[in-house]
Nanobody, 116 residues
Framework: QVQLVESGGGLVQPGGSLRLSCAAS????????MGWYRQAPGKERELVAR????????FVDDSVKGRFTISRDAAKPTVYLQMYRLQPEDTAVYFC?????????WGQGTQVTVSS
């Protein structure tokens, strides 16, 4: 069993920054992929970015390229999403995801609201 705990969401003004963190615990082995999805009201959940346990960033959505950076802690199963120049359309619940051994695990989600 794997547990994912996110932190770092909140309310920020347009143009501001936030950093999300997600720590995984439980029965974890390599390789795995960790990533961030988001779901805005009335919309489907979408992949924002993901990174492998080896450190390769294998996806960043076009809508956030140049503004968001995904990274991970090499020593432990923790992933970060640094978000710059946030815009109102980035408002969503952000979910941490881990793909491990053919199974997807999800965090509980953290709300990011971009508003003046």
């Amino acid at each position: 069993q794997v547990q994912l705990v996110e932190s770092g969401g909140g309310l920020v003004q347009p143009g501001g920054s936030l950093r999300l963190s997600c720590a995984a615990s439980g029965s974890i082995f390599r390789p795995y992929v960790m990533g961030w999805y988001r779901q805005a009201p009335g919309k489907e959940r979408e992949l924002v970015a993901r990174i492998s346990s080896g450190g390769s960033t294998n996806f960043v959505d076009d809508s956030v390229k140049g503004r968001f950076t995904i990274s991970r802690d090499a020593a432990k199963p923790t992933v970060y999403l640094q978000m710059y120049r946030l815009q109102p359309e980035d408002t969503a619940v952000y979910f941490c995801n881990m793909w491990l051994g053919g199974t997807n695990y999800w965090g509980q989600g953290t709300q990011v609201t971009v508003s003046s």
